[in-house]
């Protein structure tokens, strides 16, 4: 009886010992943010699906794993005074470990701390306009005329590319001459060049020769059709 009581003792201790093992082992998981390239830390609030875990200081945090759940892990801060928001996936299977190691692209982190705020958009409008008609003298084709009504459709959808990604048609299918119908502007033909600047928004004859476009690609800015911008 003796060596039963002793053996039962001991798988009791071992069981104690296992659950508390796999107790400390889950009770807290970290989660680090940094500059790929360099490994600096990102400091800021962290957030799991949209609701807050606490701060990474020097770019860690560490929380209860019961409080995580699979989609996306958020950080909002600041780097040298300038506002970032980026976006992680996080899935089931990260949490079958302590942590998890969070990195951001120099590149990507410079086009979030972008500051356009000191921008004159009118004066770089009017530039890729003039330049525009400059292209198109220079092939012998009737020059553009300014036009508010269109001008504004162009502006909004410019704001629609920023959240919907680059194409020309909306999530909704809709397309440059649906923009026109539904602004009640009449066309025979329509059309539209989009042109995307990530470093910096110098312009130049650059801005209307693209490069490395397939032949197949027609130049609306070079077409003696009605013409949309």
């Known amino acids: 009886m003796k060596g039963k009581s ?6 009791l201790i071992a069981i104690a010992a296992f659950a508390a093992g796999c107790t400390s082992y889950i009770s807290s998981f970290t989660m680090r943010f940094s500059i790929n390239e360099t490994g600096e830390p990102l400091e800021g609030e962290v957030f799991n699906n949209g609701n807050p875990l606490g701060y990474a200081q020097n770019g860690s945090l560490s929380t209860d794993p019961g409080k995580l759940r699979p989609g996306l892990i958020a950080l909002k801060g600041t780097y040298h005074d300038q506002p970032f928001e980026f976006y992680f996936e996080f899935s089931d299977s990260n949490l079958n470990y302590g942590g998890i190691d969070f990195s951001v692209q120099t590149s990507d982190l410079e086009k979030v701390l972008f500051n356009t705020s000191g921008l ?5 409008e009017q530039t890729v306009f003039d330049l525009v008609n400059k292209e198109r003298r220079a092939s012998s084709i009737k020059t553009l005329r300014w036009n508010d009504r269109i001008s504004q459709i162009a502006k909004d959808y410019s704001r629609t590319l920023s959240i919907e990604g680059f194409h020309h048609k909306d999530i909704e299918g809709k397309d440059a001459g649906d923009r026109l119908k539904e602004n009640k502007i009449f066309y025979i033909v329509a059309a539209e060049n989009l042109y995307m600047r990530e470093k910096d928004l110098l312009c130049s004859d650059g801005i209307c020769r693209t490069g490395a476009q397939p032949e197949y690609h027609v130049e609306p800015w070079l077409s003696d059709v009605c013409i949309f911008i």
């Open 6 to 11: 002793l053996l039962s003792v001991i798988f």
């Open 120 to 124: 004159n958009i009118q004066e770089l």
